[in-house]
């Protein structure tokens, strides 16, 4: 799901949604029911940021914007 705050993908969702993002936006990712936060760095490729997971996507999300200041 894709909004003016970044990009949530659930788990069963294609990671083809995060190919075509601009650098700096901040990504949520959820696996095994924890979400991983990511910033896009341009041309399909995304660096995860910190080494910590939640149990919200909204944190998860909080977290990669962080990163982007």
């Not at 294609?14 to 936006?25: F, H, I, M, R, W």
Request: hydrophobic share 40%.
């Amino acid at each position: 799901m894709k909004d003016a705050d970044g990009v949530i993908l659930n788990e069963g969702e294609s990671l083809s949604a995060l190919n075509d993002l601009p650098a700096g936006t901040p990504i949520a990712v959820c696996t095994k029911g924890q979400w991983w936060p990511y910033k896009s760095i341009g041309n399909g490729l995304n660096n995860p940021v910190g080494s910590y997971s939640f149990s919200k996507a909204e944190h998860a999300l909080q977290a990669a914007r962080a990163s982007l200041h």
